[in-house]
């Protein structure tokens, strides 16, 4: 059951992230703790399962592919900080608890977040130095991680978030915003587990495919949540958007046309997927209809 795969890698994954930061390390605690906080936060742990999952779909190792997972986590981790600091979203909770910078102020919140961002390219190291993943595989990962991340990625999503609104930004420039602010994360998340198991450029380039789609379906998925979520479930504020004035699918297309699209991408993701030849597509392929009927 793809439940229990979900579960028992979750596990593994947060088990991998509380050891992450050396204990040996001196680190100003309030730092360390801030970091923790939202690392540890919970959450879905979606990429580094991903990273896990495409590894394992070409023989490859989990063990191997975990540091990478732990590096993605925290890549994530740190935009979600930033994203709700008062500059940005202003969110008072992030699921169902205080925003780091509720906790501890606005200073320590934006350091936790370059902390993380920064330590996820040690993490990456650590495929080579205690795996022995070829180097020239970690170097493409890690390549891979500051374009999928930064302005031509996600941080490039981010800033056309920042700067558009309803009744100004189009339909077609809301896709590059979900493209980049959400798909380009598990587009890396997939690649990057395929690079450790050596992946050919036909393999990467249908993972990319892949995780295009179901990274768009994901979000278009959150903007519907968004909407019709339940509060609980999903640990914020419904109607979020809606109160920022941000564009999201179902304002464009409505909530019908918004529920198909998810989908077609889906299936459009699941096709490309099988282009693949994979050794082991299933879990991916199961990842991909989870995400879709997902209600948190």
Not at 71 to 80: K, Q
Not at 92 to 115: C, S
Not at 187 to 192: D, H, P, T
Not at 257 to 269: H, I, N, P
């Amino acid at each position: 059951m793809i439940g229990e795969y979900i579960t028992s890698n979750t596990e593994i994954v947060e088990s991998a992230l509380t050891q992450s930061l050396p204990p040996a390390w001196q680190i100003p605690l309030p730092l360390r703790e801030s970091m923790n906080y939202s690392l540890m936060a919970g959450g879905k742990r979606l990429r580094p399962i991903l990273v896990l999952a495409a590894a394992e779909s070409l023989g490859g190792t989990k063990e191997a592919a975990l540091p990478v997972a732990c590096a993605i986590e925290m890549v994530h981790t740190y935009s979600l900080i930033h994203d709700d600091l008062p500059a940005m979203d202003n969110d008072d909770y992030r699921r169902g608890k205080l925003t780091n910078h509720k906790v501890y102020g606005e200073a320590m919140a934006i350091l936790a977040g370059d902390a993380l961002l920064t330590h996820a390219f040690y993490s990456i190291s650590q495929a080579h130095k205690v795996h022995g993943i070829p180097a020239e595989r970690v170097l493409a990962i890690t390549e891979e991680l500051s374009a999928y991340a930064g302005a031509r990625g996600m941080v490039g999503g981010q800033a056309a978030d920042m700067l558009g609104e309803q009744g100004i930004t189009k339909l077609e420039e809301l896709e590059y915003i979900h493209s980049h602010k959400t798909s380009d994360l598990i587009v890396f998340s997939l690649r990057a587990g395929a690079h450790i198991a050596g992946a050919s450029h036909a393999q990467l380039q249908a993972l990319s495919q892949f995780g295009h789609a179901i990274g768009l379906a994901f979000q278009i998925q959150d903007d519907i949540l968004d909407i019709i979520g339940d509060e609980a479930k999903l640990g914020k504020p419904v109607k979020s958007d809606e109160k920022q004035q941000k564009v999201t699918y179902p304002y464009f297309i409505g909530m019908e046309a918004s529920e198909k699209k998810v989908r077609e991408l889906t299936s459009q993701g699941k096709e490309a997927l099988l282009q693949a030849n994979l050794v082991h597509p299933e879990r991916l392929l199961q990842l991909a209809d989870y995400l879709m009927k997902r209600d948190h």
